[in-house]
């Protein structure tokens, strides 16, 4: 669907959706919606960016299909957050990658990413890649200053690219005239911790009509969280190699200990969010974009799994082979996350602290 077709048919969802009401307990997006009465492209990127997907408007509404108007509020807004992170995307014409992923580019990619570290490593340091010993020195095998040459230049443009498109969402993103409420951007931010818009109104969020379970949150907190713990395990190793402490560490250390801990709420979270899009009802997403989260899902799966078996390793005669998988993937990684799934939860982010400085109802 074209972008203006797009627009087009978003507005006349929320516009029946306006009328009717119903749902306007569920979640902010319908809160939003409220408070406009036309829906230009900003608006809809608003209100989609705004929803968590929890699919229970969709079983509640009068109009959904087989109705004539065929509303699909959660599908609907699937499409427009697409176009939004396309639009948002820096350089833009690399917004089209969005349409691209799927299992296979991910897996590719990683073996691309994989076959570059080795074939370096072999050109660089060959000898130490066929007998790492058992000192677990990574930096043996991929020098220090190479990693951090080629992560850190890797990591500045990725950066740029996710700073940028977080500052286009912001500025487009509209905000409802007058005052902000008391303390809300910190309940803002709180939502966004909690997920909170994953069980509304206290029932967890459907898996198909009548079925509510607690599982997809669970998943969502063990990704985002595990996640964030092995970005701290990177940041803690990285303070410790500056202050005159290089790796390896004992496994008793803070930084393994979180990195432990990280890679597994990342095996947890993403094995569950691919068994939730296999058994989740078809009608709350939008398969046109079952690729975008799926690959997202397996390079995050990939490099928690990665991680694990090289800890775990990392004294044996394969160090070096399961140290460039591992950074291979990792690089994958990187380079999709400015063009991938990972920019949802940032445009969400945006769009709940948007909604939080936008005035009541009944202001």
Known sequence: MHAAELTREGARV???CNACRYCEQYCPAFQAMERRLDFATADLNHLANLCHGCGECLYACQYAPPHEFAIN???MF????????????????LGAAFRWHSVTTALGLAALMIAVMLGAAV?????????????????????HGLMVTLFGSVGAFVLVALTVGVVRCWRELPTAAGSARQGSILSAVGDL??????????????TAPEVRTPWRRWFHHATFYGFALTFAATS??????WSGSPAPYAYTSLPVLLGTAGGFGLLFGCAG?????????????????????????VLLLLTALTGLVLLALRQGPAMGL?????LGVVLALFLTLPYGKFVHGLYRAVALLKHAAEPTTEA
């Open 14 to 16: 929320m516009s029946v």
């Open 193 to 206: 911790l909690r997920l909170r818009h994953l069980h509304v109104a206290g029932r967890d969020c459907v």
């Open 273 to 297: 969010l691919l068994w939730q899009h296999a058994v989740r009802d078809a009608e709350l997403a939008d398969s046109a974009q079952h690729g975008l989260d799926r690959s997202f899902i």
């Open 123 to 143: 050109a660089l340091n060959g000898e130490a890649l066929r007998n790492p010993g058992v000192s677990a020195d990574f930096y043996a095998v991929v020098p």
């Open 236 to 241: 803690v190793a990285t303070l410790y190699h």
């Open 322 to 326: 399961l140290l460039i998988v591992h």
């Open 73 to 75: 509020v959660p599908r």
């Open 78 to 93: 699937a499409q427009l957050r697409l176009h939004s992170y396309e639009q948002y995307a820096w350089p833009a014409p």
